[in-house]
C-alpha cells in the first residue's frame, strides 16, 4: 500500500509527523513523555510517498529524506542538504540529560529514558523541562533515537537505516497478511492495528491498548477503547478482549470506570488537577456493548465474569452518583464525561451551572446543570440488557430479572420525557425540571440503536436524517443539525461529521428494518472518505475535507459497518 504525501508513521509509543512546511520533523513524540520537533528549512516539495517501509520525500533543491519507526526506535535521514537543523522539546517528569562519550544523549524523563544520536555533532542546550539541539548539515545526516529494550540499536541504524525499514515492512505484512478489501478499508485496518502499543511496567496500562491516535491522543480513553475493541474483534477476539482489560482494572472502588487512563501522571495533574492517572469524570458506557460484541464472536467464561462483575458495579455508580431525582434518568455532570466536548447541547447548561453554582451544591463535583442526555440513557439501557444477557447465561437469574426490569424503567422514561412529539425528535433534558433542550443532535439516533423507539418514532427520526437542510450534508450526519443556529461545519462537535455517529445511525436503522437506509448512509459516507483516503477523527460536513487527528481508531468502525452489509439481518448479538 502507498499513500502520497502522507506525513504520519508510528511504531510503538514512538510517532512522528513531517514538517508539512519544509526539510525535517515537525513532530517527534514519545508517547506523552517527550513531544519536540526537528527543522530546517522550507523548499519546494517534487513528491513524497508513504509505504509500509517509511516516508520517502525528494526536495527541489536536490534534498532527499527518509524516515522510519519500528516499536520504539525511530531513524530520520537526510540527504543532499546543505543547513542547520534545530529542535526544542519538551519532557515530563524532566530529569535531565546525560552527555555519553559517543556522542549520545539520554534523556531522563517520567517514564525511564530515551536515547538520542546522530552521525554529526548535536549542539545541546537544556532549558526549562526540556532541551534544544542545534545539528549543522553539509551533506548526509542520521538521526535515531530509542528507548526501552532498544536504547542501544541507534548505532547498527545509524550505520544502516535498512535495518529499521526491513523490520518495519516485515511487522506489517505479518500483521495485514489476511486483510483484504478496498484501500480505504485496508488503510483502516493498518490503523487500528498499528495503533496498538504496550508500555512495559506501567502502574495503570498494565495491558497492550489502542492509543486513539498516536499523533495526538497518546494514552486510553474509555469509550474509544470499546469502539476499538467492537473493531478487533472482526480480526481477533483475544485482541478485544485485552483491548478492555486496561479499563476494568482501572475502575474505581465505588463502581466508576474511568473516562481516560493517562501515560503520563504529570499530564493527568496538570490538565485535571487530581494526582492519578485517570480524572474524575467517565465517558459515555459504551463498554457493555464492546464486550456484548466480542463475545458473541467467542465465549470466554473468565472474561464473562469480569465483565460482569465491573458492569453491574459501573451501573451501581451511576444510579449512586447520577441520578439525584430517582427518574431512571442518568445524568451528565462535565461536557467532557459526555465524549461530546464542546457540543452547543451544553451551551446553555453550562451557562446557567456559571450564573449560579451554589444552586447545583448538592451535586458536589460538576463544570454544568446536569444533563440527562439522550445518548447517555440509551446507553444504559444497553448496559442493563446486556447484563441481563449475560447473568442469564452465567446462570445468575435473580440479577438478570432485576437488570432487565431496570432497563424498561430507562426505555420508559426515555420515551415519555425526552420524545418532542411536535418536532419528531429525542432531545435531552436538565434533571432539575426535565425541560427539554432543543438542540437538533444525532444523539437522538441512538433511541434506534437501542431498539427504544416506537416505530412511529423511528419513522420520523428517519425523515430528519436524509433531510438536508438537517443531517444529510455531504458527509453526512454532522454532530448538530445543519438547520442549527449553532451549526459549523468545521466546529468540533458543533458541526463536523463523526464515525461512530455514523456507526450508531446505521445500526439504529437496521434494527428497524431500514436496511436500504443504512447502505445509503454508509456508502455516502465510504464515497466521500475514500476521496481524500484518509482515516482521521472527523470530517468537515460540509466539504467532506478530512479534520482532527491523522489516522483514527474509532474511524475504523467503517469496517464493521462494512462486514455488516453481508448480512440481511439486525447487529445485536445473540450469545
Known sequence: MRISDKLEISGNITSIIMNSAGIGLSRLFYGEYIEGELRGSGATLLRSYWDYGGIRRYWSNGAFEFASVYGDLMVYALRGYSGVLQG????????????????????????????????????????DNGFTLTINVNGELKVATAAGGQVNDVDKVLNNESIIESKRRLWLSTLMSNISGSDLIKLCWYVILTNRCSIPNHPALRKPFNMPSKYVFKHQWLWDSSFHAIVLRHY????????????????????RIPHEIFMSKELCKSFWGIDDYSPWTTQPPVLAIAVDRILSVKWDDEFAKNALNALIKYDEWFRGQRDRDSDYLYAYFDPLES???????????????????????VYGKLTMAP??????????????????????????????????????????????????????????????????????????????????ATGEQAERLVVHLFNAREFWTTFPLPSVSADESTYDPTGYWRGRSWINLVWFTYHGLRNYGYYEEASRLLNRVIEVMGRSMACNENYNSSTGEPMGAPDFG?????????????SNKPTRSAF
Do not use: C
Request: net charge negative; glycine share 8%; no cysteine.
Open 88 to 127: 526544542e522539546f519538551k519532557v515530563r517528569g524532566f530529569n535531565g540529560v546525560d552527555e555519553l562519550g559517543d556522542g549520545s544523549i539520554n534523556v531522563k524523563h517520567e517514564g525511564g529514558l530515551m536515547r538520542i544520536k546522530a552521525n554529526q555533532p548535536i549542539g545541546l542546550k537544556v532549558v
Open 236 to 255: 481477533d477476539a483475544n485482541m478485544a478482549m485485552e483491548e478492555l482489560e486496561n479499563l476494568i482494572m482501572n475502575q474505581k472502588p465505588d463502581g
Open 339 to 361: 465524549g461530546w466536548d464542546n457540543s452547543p447541547r451544553w451551551d446553555e447548561a453550562i451557562r446557567r451551572f456559571r450564573e449560579n453554582p451554589q444552586r447545583y451544591g
Open 371 to 452: 444533563v440527562e442526555a439522550v445518548d447517555l440513557n440509551s446507553l444504559i439501557y444497553l448496559q442493563r440488557r446486556i447484563i441481563a444477557k449475560l447473568a442469564r447465561r452465567l446462570g445468575e437469574l435473580n440479577a438478570a430479572e432485576h437488570y432487565d426490569e431496570l432497563a424498561d424503567e430507562t426505555a420508559k422514561a426515555i420515551r415519555s420525557i425526552m420524545w418532542s412529539e411536535e418536532d419528531g425528535f429525542f432531545y435531552d433534558a436538565y434533571e432539575e425540571n426535565h425541560e427539554l433542550i432543543k438542540v437538533k443532535t444525532p444523539a437522538a439516533y441512538l433511541t434506534m440503536f437501542a431498539g427504544i
Open 554 to 566: 474509532w474511524s475504523t468502525l467503517i469496517i464493521d459497518m462494512v462486514m455488516s452489509e453481508l
